[in-house]
């Protein structure tokens, strides 16, 4: 519930869901209303809403899978009915939910004959498959299955690489994206300079969210895109006298690490989120998962700190040192105690 002040008038601004349903395992559908909005307001939020819950929400999924003594991936397997190509689009749809970032790893190891599923994946704790029952392949005669599996966080659609990869392991075209559809409607009521609307908003999820927690991690990401713009104003106030200390036009860094760590509108950093450093996948969910959100987190950091991180690799630090350098003019420590 938000209260807003208009034209000496107080207005209650309130959410709720009308309608909520779980049609399967993988299809959730959920109903939300928001009211009462000034004319226009509907739109905004609907459009904004659509599109973030569309684009920016992040999944859990399986990017590659490694076959033992399989030479290609159009091969077939002796007592499978499917082809490797098959078993991979398959597992392309298994639907799984986790928190965490980084990549994890995950098996299967079955002997036939069997009718293989998604229960049959040995996963960490930290990954949770969302229907058990979701088809692999069908193991027709006593043969062994043994896949090794790598499952990472992301968002949004990755084309697989053509390249191959050097370990013998097969990409899969990487589907992030937690929520299926989204529509937005608008009911407008009131007549002239007194009319008001209501918004309604419809999710569908792969079951990996509830449309609620859906509803709220977009609204989240949404917040989180506009709050550079609120300290704008503040950090432009002194722009002009402090202009031969500035190193990037709108947030006051220092040529030294310590200088900016005093200066009091250091504060700034707690507003760069590392979303809008433009890092690669890897080195930018490395970072998320060792709780690094923001350029004030990474600064805390030394590189001897960043390669302790787990997946980290030497090239990682070295695409975060130049980014640092050419956007803000500013270095790591190469150890802890370097300041």
Known sequence: MVREEIAGSTRT???????????????????????????????????AMRRVLLGEMEG?????????????EYSTIPGIEESVHEILMNLKEIVLR????????AFICVKGPKYVTAQDIISPPSVE?????????????????????????????????????????????AVSMPVRNANHSIYSYGN????????????WTNGSFTPKEALYEASRNLIDLFIPFLHGEEENTNLEENKNQFTCPLFPFHDGLSNLKKN????????????????????????????????????????????????????????ILSILQKRFAIHLPENPFAF
Not at 19 to 36: A, Q, T, W
Not at 38 to 46: E, F, L, N, P
Not at 98 to 105: F, V
Request: glycine content about 6%; some cysteine.
């Open 264 to 319: 009091k509108k250091g504060i700034a950093l707690k507003y760069i989120f590392i979303d809008q450093l433009e890092l690669s996948s890897r080195t930018y969910n490395c970072l998320k998962g060792s709780n690094i959100h923001t350029l004030s987190d990474l600064l805390s950091k030394s590189q001897e700190d960043l390669m302790r991180i787990e997946y980290f690799r030497a090239e990682d630090v070295k695409e």
């Open 60 to 72: 859990t999924c399986i990017t590659h899978a490694k076959f033992e003594n399989v030479s290609h």
């Open 129 to 173: 498959i969302v229907d058990p029952t979701q088809h692999i392949a069908n193991l027709t005669e006593p043969v062994d299955l043994r896949i090794e599996l790598q499952i990472k966080r992301d968002r949004g659609y990755r084309i697989k690489s053509t390249n191959p990869s050097q370990d013998g392991s097969y990409p899969i075209d």
């Open 192 to 203: 002239g300079n007194e009319k008001q609307e209501i918004l309604f908003l419809e999710i």
């Open 98 to 105: 986790s928190n965490l970032y980084g990549i994890r790893d």
């Open 13 to 47: 601004l309130q959410w709720k869901c009308v309608e909520s349903r779980v049609d399967s395992k993988r299809l959730y559908y959920g109903r939300f209303i928001l009211s009462p909005l000034m004319k226009g307001q509907a739109d905004t939020i609907g459009i």
